[in-house]
Every structure is written in structure tokens, then in C-alpha cells.
């Protein structure tokens, strides 16, 4: 099983718990992924404080579950956030974590079909229990749907020249394959430089469903947050990060109050503040951990 270094440890941890909400705590890990910021939690939470975690990865709660035999203030669940909320209390939360993206053993795994630069099944499910496959997605989709998508959420120009060639190469099974159908559908004087990060990246959101699941948890966390309790997200790429940093825009304003109502702005206190407006990754970590690059950290506190 291959590790997962994870991306501003130190950073996400302090804020955590730095909250000010009263003992005992209980925090979430909503992307346990291989532990690494869930075990440096532990490592300063008291005997008595309580740690949640959650993945809709398989392979990835095998791992907590294996955590939570040797540790009895870890509890574990399986799914997608908005699957498993009515497991977790409805306030008092302390600190919510929220890592988002794929992790390395999910891209480093062949057989998860994450990654175009080794080939296996063209899967890219989180969860393979649940939902349709890539494969699956791709050989039934319009033409029209799958350009949208690769435009969107890949952010890819040649969106359309792309969706036109996946078609026509149909049926895809391996991500050997949709690699293939990248490449040929460029223009001979991009076909070199090009790689289908883009591509890859937009089926692989589109197949897990990730824009829709954050913006609909993080309303839902927050109302769960403890007066003083924190929300910390780290997001990959511009289109996660663009959801969190509305919606912590939106609970750190004032409330909008009707203009036929006289209020004085000091009697409609926002419901949140903003610890840390943005946090990238140091040249150094950077260095260590490539995938840190594009990171992004965010964290709002709730207010009294
Ligand atoms: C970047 S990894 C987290 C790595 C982790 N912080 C660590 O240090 O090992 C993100 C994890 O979140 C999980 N995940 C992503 N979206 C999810 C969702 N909507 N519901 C549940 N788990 C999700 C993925 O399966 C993956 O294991």
C-alpha cells in the first residue's frame, strides 16, 4: 500500500486545535485518506476527546478502521460526506478537516484508473462499490455532455476536438485508451507538450460528483460546528477552491438584512470570521512534496 505525504500538516493541525471550543473535543477528518493529518490530530488530542473520520473510499477506511483498533477515540465512516451526516452530531463539533482531491495510493494504483500515465481499467471512482465508472460514463454520454464536461471542469481548450475523438474511439475500457483519444484529437504542434492532466482530471471530478458534494457539506458542517469551532479546507485546484472561499465569504459577512428594515450594522453580527483568508505551501514543502503546489488553505471559525 503506498503512502500519501500530507499537504500542510503542520498549518491544518494548529489551527485545529488552536479552536477555542470547550472540552471535551470532537473533531472530523472528512478525507482520511491514509491518516496523515487525522495521526498528527491524535497526537495532541486528550485522552478523553473524540476524532470522526470519513471516506467513500474503501481501501482508505480499511486503513482507519485498522487506526481505530488501537486507538478507542477514533470512529470511522464509510461513505460520501452527505451519505453519513445523520451519523454525526447535529452541533458541537470543534473542528471539521477537509483535504480535498484524490489521494497518491488512489493515483499511484493502476487499477484504480486515476492516472493516463500508467495504464488499468478506466474506473476513477473514489468508492468502486457505487456510482458508474469512467468507462461506463464515457462509452453512454453524449458527445455534447462530455465536451461540457472536459470544458469545465477541466478547463481544457480543446475541450470539443476531444469529445468528438472519445466518441469516435469508443468503446474506452483502460486509461491507455482515453489517453489515446486525447492525444489524437490535438493539433500536431500541441500534441507534444500536451498531456491529459486536464482531461483526466475533469472526468475524474465529474465521475465522483466533487463540486456538488462540497458545496452542499460545508453548509451542513458548519451548522454542526461548536460556538468557536473551525472549518479547515484544503482544495487543489481553483474550482474547489472557488465554492469554499464563496461560502466562507458568505458565513464571515453580515447577514443581508431587507432595506425596509432599520438595522444598525452592529446589531446583525456575521455568523463566522475568517482565520486564515488563504495559505499556500512553502518553497520548502514544496520541494518535498510536489503535490503541494497547488494547494490552498482556508479557515473560518464560528462565532459565538
Ligand atoms: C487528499 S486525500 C486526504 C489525505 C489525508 N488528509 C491524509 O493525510 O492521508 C482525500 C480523501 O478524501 C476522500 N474523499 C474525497 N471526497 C470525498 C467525499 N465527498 N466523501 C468522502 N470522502 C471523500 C478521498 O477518497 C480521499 O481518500
Redesign the pocket.
Known sequence: MSG????L?QEAVRLLMEASAPAPRLLL???????????ALLKLMAAEDRLVV????P??IAAARLLAENDDRVTVLH??????LDSLPSEGIAGV??????????LDDAQRGFSFSVDGPLDMR??PQAGRSASEWLNEAGEQEISRVIWEYGEERFARRIARSIVECRPLHRTGELRAAVLRALPARDKGKHDATRTFQAVRIHV???LA??ES?LPKLFARLAPGGRMVV?S?HSLEDRLVKRFFRECSSPPRVPRSVPVRAESAPAAARLVVRSVTAEAQEIAANPRSRSARLRALERCA
Open positions: 500519501h505525504v500530507p499537504v500538516l477528518d472528512g478525507t482520511f485518506g491514509r491518516g496523515g493529518h487525522a495521526r470519513i471516506d467513500r473510499d481501501q482508505a461513505g460520501e460526506w452527505n451519505d453519513v478537516l477537509l483535504d480535498l482531491g484524490v489521494s497518491s495510493p488512489q473514489m468508492n465522483n460528483n466533487e458534494a462540497i457539506v484544503i487543489f
